[in-house]
């Protein structure tokens, strides 16, 4: 028996999910190894019960509440998978604002018709057993997660942060080039790809499990950062970790 497979989108621009169509080349192997019966971006059709329910978005909408926790009910495993389903992502950043200004800046006279709550991520609405980060998720990791979990094992969940990859690449660090980065305290395993592409790191895989904030607020104060810059970084992705930017 095939595991049953649900994907879910909440609050987010369903990149994630997209991710796994993405998995071109290994897609005739997870259709054979899985058996997905949820799939609204890829598929119609809907099931009552989910070996894995994978959930993309954040929840920042009262009526997406029930729905979570009714999916929860019906799964064994429950994993989000991206920046807005494990952090709530950048969707958190309206949360700094009183919910009525957000809902008539964005929708006016409609406003009312909206339930808007402050965003947050999955696992601060229901357990979740796993999670799969980024901004968007990388495919690789993916599939490398739910072969452990078809192996019975408890995935591999990287803890060190971008820079150690960031050195394995061979790149020079941005802050000797007069530019700032998170990558000292965010969870790696995207293989530091953004500094490699010539960009820096803005944290979207979350902060490692032991980040020293302190720290990482001196570098960049000492790179010339205000204290509202400073929180303007951390803010983008990691608002909702409460304390992070304070
Ligand atoms: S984490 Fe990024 S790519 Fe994934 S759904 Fe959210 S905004 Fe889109
Ligand atoms: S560029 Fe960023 S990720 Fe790379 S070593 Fe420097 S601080 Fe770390
Ligand atoms: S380098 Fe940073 S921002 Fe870029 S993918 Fe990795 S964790 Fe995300």
């Known amino acids: 028996m095939r595991p049953k497979i649900g994907v ?72 989000p998978i991206g920046a807005c389903a494990c952090l709530g992502g950048v969707n958190c950043l309206k949360n700094v604002y009183p919910m009525d200004e957000v809902l008539k800046a964005e929708y006016g006279s409609a406003a009312p018709y909206y339930d808007t709550i402050p965003a947050r991520p999955i696992r601060a609405v229901i357990p979740i057993d796993f999670f799969i980060p980024g901004c968007p998720i990388v495919k690789e990791e993916f599939i490398r997660v739910v072969g452990e979990l078809l192996a019975g094992r408890t995935p591999f969940q990287p803890n060190d942060p971008v820079c150690a990859e960031c050195k394995t690449a061979g790149n020079v660090c941005v802050f000797d080039k007069g530019m700032t980065c998170l990558g000292p305290v965010t969870r790696g395993g995207c293989k530091a790809t953004c500094v490699t592409g010539g960009a820096v790191c803005w944290g979207c895989r979350g902060l490692i499990d ?37």
């Open 8 to 79: 879910f989108d909440f609050t987010c621009c369903e990149g994630c999910e997209l991710q796994i169509l993405n998995c071109e080349d290994e897609l005739p192997e997870l259709i054979e190894a899985l058996d997905f019966v949820n799939f609204r971006e890829a598929m119609t059709g809907a099931a009552s019960y989910y070996d894995i329910a994978f959930i993309d978005g954040a929840c920042s909408r009262e009526s997406e509440i029930p729905r979570l926790r009714e999916i929860r009910d019906h799964a064994n495993m429950v994993i």
């Open 210 to 246: 032991e980040p020293n904030i302190n720290a990482e607020k001196e570098i960049l104060a000492k790179a010339g950062l205000s204290v509202n810059e400073i929180m303007q970084r951390f803010s983008l992705f990691n608002l909702y970790q409460e304390g992070a930017w304070k």
